[in-house]
């Protein structure tokens, strides 16, 4: 390196364990376009001596070639590492650089100022304990400073840092910091944020940023990096409940069983009470294991293994709570969604909810309100898009272990994943359980779906039939219902045109539309196999992910997808209904096939190519697959 620590000569050992031991910060650097993040981090890790002397030589070299600052050296290209980056000058992709002194190691996050990429901004600060948000003192408060200001506080980050940077080009007027001053402090307290620090800095000269600048004698406070040295990280923390979501079931042999994690909240000893959620056992702790031992104490930021004195079942995804303190349990919430995906959030739609070590499936309603973040807007949405945020409820499949976002990060942060390409398409922080969420419950009844199976002598099931508008979907329904009558079955058909007179006529043709149609209709059809009925869905139901949502809400065995395979172009010369013809002439807009996507089944229960079956033979062979399938009920 370009500067070598005398301990590293004297005491290697010695100055490898004291690095072990030093706390770490994780900090971000945002503000607006060209405020000098990336030279800000570029001065850290110079002054820090934190970079390679072949560095250096390459940093001097494309300071000559690429850089803003004529013959002095542009730290923004230690940094700025894309190369459409370096030929704009800006930020795009979050850059992560590690860098130490002798009081404390960082890790430093230089985020992107463009509005187009607030989903980088946010994964840079879904991990951040401070931000540094710079300003232009030439240029004040601006619209983006105040963004990144608001998703600062939306994520909850504890300690902000205010550099008001480029001081040196204002002749460090104490006038313009102090009106700058006054002007953030103004919009900090409009949006709740709270304490902050304020610093004028010379990024590019280095004022103010390792030691006292003699350039603003009237400033008092401390420089940046002595600063960042001391910010408090995880003690708030250790004074909460003890929370732990389980990882790993550790099973080393037959003799020993425990239950590994990262500790996210609260201190534990041996004897502890703990209540394992969401299933509410209680047990006491045995044992802290770790590498080097048993611990008496472990507390929050440290990843331990934990032993009960009881036989409790323990899986992957739950959470180990202090009994004293539980967490919440429920399965809807109301959260704030910041939408990461070039395809839009479409209410309804099931996805992957992750949060910690639990997957469960998920819902989002339609939004409440999406919020303007330039202006603090609310404004009303029906989805939302590409880095836009907004309030939405929240229904799983299955209940989970929660705190507040604002309480705890780790237990009230989660990602939305496609259930299909398996993309992070969004991220978001739960606020608080729906009250209807504890309040309702299934009511026991006394005749089951097996009972109701075995009085019609035959097994509910779903065959979904699904294919372009005119592949003869409906024909084969009604077809396959009039053959499995006459042998005596239990029969309906739901048709998506019939189905569109009653229970979705408020619904429109939009990609929304489409996946609330769907859900309705799957939800109807498990109650009628829930009758023990034989349903016969026929639908387009364009989407994989709404149909994969209709199968998993079945049993095993219970449904069946059919794929009525018709091109286009055939079934457009059929057009019976003249829908195509509307829609080519512009005045059917989202129709299937034309302005709106069809995603083919990939593994249907049977394919049924329409050019070489007629609906007849379609039928037959559907219904003996059918009558194949079922067990008698006895």
Not at 22 to 34: A, E, I, M, P
Request: hydrophobic share 40%.
């Amino acid at each position: 390196m370009a500067h070598v620590s005398d301990m590293i000569a004297e005491d290697i050992e010695g100055y490898l364990q004291a690095h072990e031991h030093k706390s770490l910060l994780r900090f971000l650097t945002c503000g607006s376009v060209d405020d000098g993040k990336s030279t800000l981090i570029g001065r850290l890790l110079y002054d820090s001596k934190m970079i390679f002397e072949d560095q250096l030589a390459a940093l001097e070299a494309d300071s000559r070639k690429l850089g803003t600052q004529g013959d002095e050296i542009d730290f923004a290209l230690l940094v700025d590492g894309l190369a459409a980056e370096r030929e704009q000058g800006i930020t795009i992709d979050v850059a992560y650089r590690f860098f130490s002194t002798d009081k404390r190691k960082f890790i430093v996050a230089d985020t992107p100022g463009h509005e187009q990429y607030t989903r980088n901004m946010v994964t840079g600060a879904s991990t951040a304990d401070a931000a540094v948000i710079l300003i232009d003192a030439r240029k004040g408060v601006l619209t983006q400073t105040r963004r990144h200001s608001y998703l600062v506080n939306l994520l909850g980050i504890r300690h902000v840092v205010l550099a008001i940077n480029k001081m040196d080009l204002v002749g460090w007027s104490q006038q313009t910091f102090e009106q700058i001053l006054a002007d953030y402090g103004a919009f900090a307290e409009r949006i709740g944020l709270g304490d902050f620090t304020a610093i004028p800095v010379s990024a590019l000269r280095g004022d103010n940023i390792t030691e006292p600048s003699a350039a603003a004698p009237w400033y008092k406070g401390p420089a940046l990096l002595p600063l960042l040295e001391i910010l408090p990280v995880e003690d708030a923390l250790r004074d909460k409940p003890f929370r732990m979501p389980v990882q790993w079931v550790n099973r080393p042999n037959l003799d020993f069983r425990g239950f590994s994690g990262f500790i996210s909240s609260g201190m534990l000893r041996p004897g502890d009470r703990l209540k394992v959620l969401p299933s509410g056992r209680e047990s006491a702790v045995a044992r802290i294991v770790t590498q080097d031992g048993d611990l008496e104490l472990a507390v929050a930021g440290q990843s331990v293994t934990v032993t009960l004195a009881d036989e409790v079942d323990v899986s992957r995804g739950d959470v180990l709570a202090a009994a004293s303190s539980p967490a919440p349990v429920a399965d809807q919430f109301e959260a704030t969604i910041v939408w990461m995906d070039d395809e839009a959030l479409l209410p309804g739609r099931p996805y992957l909810l992750k949060l910690g070590a639990r997957t469960v499936s998920a819902s989002v309603s339609e939004p409440k309100y999406k919020i303007n973040v330039n202006t603090l807007e609310r404004l009303a949405a029906k989805r939302l898009e590409l880095n836009e945020i907004g309030v939405c409820n929240l229904s799983l499949d299955a209940a989970i272990a929660f705190d507040a976002y604002v309480e705890n990060h780790d237990l009230g942060g989660f990602i939305l994943i496609d259930r299909i390409s398996n993309r992070t398409v969004g991220a978001g922080m739960l606020h608080f359980a729906l009250r209807r969420s504890q309040n309702i419950h299934w009511q026991a009844l006394s005749v089951n779906r097996d009972a109701r199976a075995q009085q019609k002598g035959q097994q509910g099931r779903v065959v979904w039939l699904t294919g372009l508008s005119g592949s003869g979907k409906s024909t084969i329904a009604n077809l396959v219902e009039k053959r499995l009558h006459a042998n005596g079955r239990h029969t309906y058909v739901l048709d998506g045109d019939n189905v569109r007179h009653g229970l979705n006529r408020d619904l429109g043709f939009t990609d929304a539309d489409r996946v609330e149609n769907i859900r309705r209709v799957a939800e109807v059809a498990k109650l009628m196999v829930d009758a023990g009925l034989i349903v016969l869905v026929s639908f387009i139901s364009p989407f994989r992910a709404e149909r994969r949502m209709a199968r998993e809400l079945l049993g095993e065995g219970e449904f069946m997808e059919v794929f009525v395979d018709t091109p286009l172009s055939v079934a457009e010369s059929r057009d019976v209904k003249g829908l195509y013809k509307k829609a080519r002439a512009g005045e059917l807009k989202n129709f299937t096939g034309i302005d709106s996507p069809y995603e083919a089944p990939e593994r249907p229960e049977m394919h049924i190519d329409t050019t070489r079956m007629t609906p007849e033979q379609a039928a037959e062979a559907i219904a003996d697959l059918l009558d194949g399938g079922f067990d008698p009920v006895i």
